[in-house]
């Protein structure tokens, strides 16, 4: 568990919760048979997942989030 007051640094919970969220997710495409498009995925809806959190608020986003498509 992150050692953050619990009234401020909700930008560094959100990271941390989707760094969490990623890990089992790249242990299981080490397992897979095709774990580069595999890790890709995951990455990605990670990704997603957190942009759309951080869409939720009203704080600066997070620099990667204002980007679309490959970018």
Do not use: M, S
Request: aromatic share 8%.
């Amino acid at each position: 568990p992150l050692l953050l007051p619990p009234t401020a640094f909700a930008h560094l919970r959100r990271q941390a919760a989707a760094l969490d969220a990623l890990r089992p997710r790249l242990n299981d495409c080490c397992r897979h048979h095709t774990p580069l498009p595999c890790a890709r995925r995951a990455w990605t809806d990670v990704l997603d997942g957190f942009c759309t959190d951080e869409f939720g608020v009203k704080t600066r986003q997070f620099h990667c989030c204002r980007r679309h498509g490959a970018a």
